[in-house]
């Protein structure tokens, strides 16, 4: 079966880091862009992080940049997406989704060939 799977989120408290990992199941990641997106609850869908498939371009939504940092290994099959800082703002279900196209617009997230079911991140104290 052809998916992502995310995995790396957890209860953390404020200013702590995370990372989360995001690999392809059934299929080599490496001809993908991929995207990180995050969703809480009564809020819209975001997209966070994009990164291209070589890994050569990044791109950051205003919310995050700074402190997060999305990058791969494609060797091993994965993306990553680094937290810093972390506040209960964060708090939302991640999910990566993947595409053949580089996403510039964070904005834009339809048409993804595949998406992860997320993983959970909860900032509290």
């Known amino acids: 079966q052809l998916q992502l799977v995310e995995s790396g989120g957890g209860l953390v408290q404020p200013g702590d880091s995370l990372r989360l990992s995001c690999t392809a199941s059934?299929?080599?990641?490496?001809?993908?862009?991929v995207t990180w997106v995050r969703e809480a609850p009564g809020k819209e869908r975001e997209g966070i992080a994009c990164?291209?498939?070589?890994?050569?371009?990044?791109n950051y939504a205003d919310s995050v940049n700074g402190r997060f940092r999305i990058y791969r290994d494609n060797i091993e099959n994965l993306v990553y997406l680094e937290m810093h800082s972390l506040s209960p703002e964060d708090s939302a279900v991640y999910f990566c989704?993947?595409?053949?196209?580089?996403?510039?617009?964070?904005?834009?997230?339809?048409?993804?060939?595949?998406w992860g079911r997320g993983t959970q991140v909860t900032v509290s104290s």
């Open positions: 059934g299929f080599a990641l490496d001809g993908y862009a």
């Open positions: 990164i291209s498939s070589s890994g050569g371009s990044t």
């Open positions: 989704a993947a595409d053949r196209v580089y996403l510039s617009d964070l904005g834009n997230l339809h048409g993804f060939d595949f």
